[in-house]
Every structure is written in structure tokens, then in C-alpha cells.
């Protein structure tokens, strides 16, 4: 909606320039005021909540699916597994990409779609088997399967995301991803907090936070994070991919806390953060 308001602002103000309107003709767009979107930033993310290492886990685990099923749950978790957009994934996973040996792990180099960045994925196991597994293409989700044609590719993507996400949202219910989502949404300026499973929130971008979460928790600096995604700077790392949750937030503090000698051998402090 934001998004129209400002096109609808800008065709508006182009119209008066263009036409060289004046008086009664002349429309007055001055005194209009953008809708803000007054969420916090906790409630705009949380729809992309992304999965634990355990639900990835529990996905891959996953038996009795149908071939549709199956595919699009491969396609999940080797976006979870790779970091990248939907929109490069067909590469990703086709011969076309050369895998090259950098000090002995198998890497794969690209320049990205929508960037033009280029990206270096380590060949994790599982993504190379799901990799050697559709060799031949996909046979329910054809638009992932790689064709020299950027434009044509990108087409075939959107008509079909739907259709993936779907599917995507009844593995995971099957997987029994359903623990409780709440975030918040603004319709004009009216906000409302909803609360959903995860299965019913999920989505193939889901997979790309999903990797950069994991990465941060389990350690890995934002640095090396952005050689993977191929983003060029910290503050979409920061603001769009890396969840923080209060649970996080506090192992960091305690962490810190422990650790520093300081605070240990405080008159005041030391008691409550020694070390058991």
C-alpha cells in the first residue's frame, strides 16, 4: 500500500509539472502524509521466523511424502542449507555451476541475479546430494530447473512460488513445525498481533533467514555470513535476516558476563556471576 501511495504521489506531482497545471486545475498533493508503518521491528520480522537446526532436522527426517512433497522439501532445505534467494536456486543446483576446491572443501562460485554479487556457498553434504539427486531436473517443479534465459527463468519462478509455498506449508505441518509465531500487521494505521504455527507462516525466503540464523548462533561472523549471501553491507544482515530472540539476546549477555575477570572478582557482582 505504501508503495502505491508513493507511485500514486509521484504520477500526481508529474501531472502537475507536465501539464503546468495552475489554479482550480492544479492538484494539491503537498499536505499529503505517507502511511507509517509503526510496528517494531521484532513484529515485521517475526512472519519470517526462521527454523532451528533441530526443525531443518525434522524436514530432511521426514518419511512418507509424496514426490511432489519430497521435491519441494529438498528445495527447502537446500536454500536453508545454501543461504540463497529462490530466484537463484535453479543455478545453484544444476551442472551448470562449476564446483571448485578451495584448501580442501568443495565450493560453489556465482554471480547472483539480483545483485550481480558474487557469492561462494561451501558444497555442505546434504546439498550435494540433493544436488546428484535431481541431476535429471525436477519433475513437479520444473521452474527450478535451469535454463539459460534469466528472464524466462525468473517468469517461471513467480508463476510457480505460490504453488511451492504451499507445498512447502504441508510438509512442514506434516513435520510438526507448529510452534506458535506471533507478529504484527498494519492495514492503514490500524495494527493487529496475530498468532499462527510456523508451518502457516512459512515460505521459501523463510529458508534464506533460516541460514543466516544458524550461522550467527552458531557462531560464524557476519563477514563471512555476507561472502555466502553476497549482501554488501551488515545493515540488511542486521535488520531483515538476523533473528534475535530475548533467549538469544540473554545467552550473549550472560556470556559476556562470565567471562569477564572484572566482574568476577567485584565486591558487588561477583557473587551472581561466578561460574557454578
Known amino acids: 500500500i505504501r508503495e502505491m501511495e508513493k507511485s500514486l504521489k509521484f504520477l500526481i506531482e508529474y501531472i502537475n509539472r507536465s501539464e503546468q497545471r495552475e489554479g482550480a486545475d492544479y492538484i494539491d498533493i503537498r499536505s499529503f502524509v505517507q502511511t507509517k508503518d509503526n510496528r517494531k521491528k521484532e513484529d515485521k520480522q517475526a512472519k519470517s521466523e526462521p527454523l532451528t537446526v533441530e526443525e531443518v532436522t525434522m524436514l530432511w527426517n521426514l518419511k512418507e511424502l509424496t514426490p511432489k512433497?519430497?521435491?519441494?522439501?529438498?528445495?527447502?532445505?537446500?536454500?536453508?542449507?545454501?543461504?540463497?534467494?529462490?530466484?537463484?536456486?535453479?543455478?545453484?543446483?544444476?551442472?551448470?555451476?562449476?564446483?571448485t576446491t578451495i584448501d580442501g572443501v568443495e565450493c560453489m562460485t556465482y554471480r547472483t541475479r539480483k545483485t550481480k554479487e558474487t557469492a561462494v556457498i561451501p558444497l555442505f553434504p546434504i546439498v550435494k546430494q540433493i544436488r546428484e539427486k535431481y541431476k535429471g531436473?525436477?519433475?513437479?517443479?520444473?521452474?527450478?530447473?535451469?535454463?539459460?534465459?534469466?528472464?524466462?527463468?525468473?517468469?517461471?519462478?513467480?508463476?510457480?512460488?505460490?504453488?511451492?509455498?504451499?507445498?512447502?506449508?504441508?510438509?512442514?505441518?506434516?513435520?510438526?513445525?507448529?510452534?506458535?509465531?506471533?507478529?504484527?500487521?498494519?492495514?492503514?494505521?490500524?495494527?493487529?498481533?496475530?498468532?499462527?504455527?510456523?508451518?502457516?507462516?512459512?515460505?521459501?525466503?523463510?529458508?534464506?533467514?533460516?541460514?543466516?540464523?544458524?550461522?550467527?548462533?552458531?557462531?560464524?561472523?557476519?563477514?563471512?555470513?555476507?561472502?555466502?549471501?553476497?549482501?554488501?553491507?551488515?545493515?540488511?544482515?542486521?535488520?531483515v535476516y538476523l533473528h534475535v530472540t530475548p533467549e538469544d539476546k540473554g545467552r550473549k549477555?550472560?556470556?559476556?558476563?562470565?567471562?569477564?575477570?572484572n566482574l568476577k572478582g567485584s565486591v558487588l557482582f561477583g557473587d551472581t556471576t561466578a561460574t557454578p
Open 253 to 261: 549477555l550472560v556470556g559476556a558476563l562470565l567471562k569477564n575477570d
Open 137 to 239: 531436473g525436477f519433475k513437479h517443479f520444473t521452474a527450478l530447473n535451469y535454463v539459460d534465459d534469466s528472464e524466462k527463468q525468473q517468469s517461471s519462478l513467480q508463476m510457480y512460488n505460490q504453488y511451492l509455498n504451499t507445498t512447502i506449508r504441508r510438509v512442514a505441518e506434516k513435520a510438526g513445525l507448529d510452534r506458535p509465531v506471533t507478529y504484527g500487521e498494519q492495514v492503514g494505521v490500524k495494527k493487529t498481533m496475530h498468532t499462527e504455527p510456523l508451518y502457516s507462516v512459512m515460505h521459501t525466503h523463510t529458508a534464506r533467514h533460516t541460514f543466516v540464523s544458524i550461522m550467527a548462533r552458531l557462531g560464524i561472523d557476519k563477514e563471512y555470513i555476507k561472502i555466502v549471501t553476497a549482501h554488501t553491507n551488515d545493515a540488511i544482515i542486521d535488520k
Open 69 to 99: 512433497e519430497e521435491e519441494a522439501r529438498d528445495i527447502f532445505v537446500a536454500q536453508c542449507l545454501c543461504g540463497q534467494r529462490i530466484s537463484d536456486l535453479p543455478k545453484v543446483l544444476s551442472d551448470e555451476l562449476e564446483i
